[in-house]
């Protein structure tokens, strides 16, 4: 929902999910982990900007590209 912002986009989408490659995927998933952890951290569930969370994701020397 609120986090990857898919509601509402229905069966639209399907094309596009299934061209997906493993490295899109993981990609997507790290950032939107990302994303829910910067959100879960915050009182009153305050989603973080674009800029936040690749700037977390920046910092992270673990996460594997």
């Known amino acids: ?6 509601g509402g986009v229905g069966e639209n989408i399907a094309p ?4 997906l490659t493993a490295d ?3 990609d997507i ?4 982990a990302t994303a829910a952890a910067i ?5 009153g569930a305050q989603p973080p ?5 690749l700037g977390m994701l ?3 020397p673990y996460v594997s590209r």
């Open 1 to 6: 929902g609120d986090g990857c912002g898919c």
């Open 29 to 32: 998933l790290t950032y939107a």
């Open 39 to 43: 959100t879960c951290s915050r009182v």
């Open 24 to 26: 899109e995927w993981r």
């Open 16 to 19: 596009f999910v299934d061209s």
């Open 49 to 53: 900007t674009d800029a936040e969370v």
């Open 58 to 60: 920046a910092e992270k």
